[in-house]
């Protein structure tokens, strides 16, 4: 496919998060920042957590890679434009504690909650499952979160 109709095996454009000139600095800052409270406040590094919230799709792309023209300026992906995804909230402490999953669906909870072997098996290790009107994060899920999932940790820690 090279050499006779000059494609090449490309991945997918992407729209990139654009990162402030300095963002190194910033980061290391904040390492500080969270170092020094660390040291004045004597926190165990079973108290310090850090939470962040990944989009999942669920419907994957057929393949991460494709073949196109070499120089082609859009490189498109059966199903790519697919939206169907969720977002899945991951904690981890200081001391490699990881925290169970939140997952925070579209929908109903009724739809949510089918009963199926994947969902108790969610749920037996912990797992919170919650929906929103568009699948993203609002102040009700983090809230959820902290009652659930947090809170449940911290107090068999202390």
């Not at 990162?19 to 660390?38: C, F, S, T």
């Not at 909870?109 to 089918?114: E, G, H, N, Q, S």
């Not at 009963?115 to 499952?129: E, V």
Request: hydrophobic content about 40%.
């Amino acid at each position: 496919m090279k050499s006779h109709l000059n494609w090449r095996f490309c991945k997918p454009i992407t729209t990139k998060g654009n990162l402030p000139n300095d963002w190194e600095k910033q980061g290391h800052m904040m390492v500080l920042r969270i170092a020094y409270l660390v040291r004045v406040s004597n926190l165990p590094p079973s108290l310090v957590v850090n939470t962040d919230q990944t989009w999942i799709h669920l419907v994957p792309m057929v393949g991460e890679r494709t073949w196109e023209k070499r120089w082609s300026k859009d490189v498109g992906v059966f199903g790519g434009d697919d939206k169907r995804s969720i977002i899945a909230c991951v904690s981890s402490f200081a001391n490699g504690a990881l925290l169970p999953l939140q997952l925070i669906f579209q929908g109903t909870i009724k739809r949510v909650l089918r009963k199926n072997h994947g969902t108790q098996i969610g749920l037996n290790h912990g797992f919170h499952f919650t929906m929103t009107n568009d699948h993203w994060s609002n102040l009700e899920s983090m809230q959820e979160f902290v009652n659930f999932i947090l809170v449940p940790y911290l107090n068999n820690e202390m």
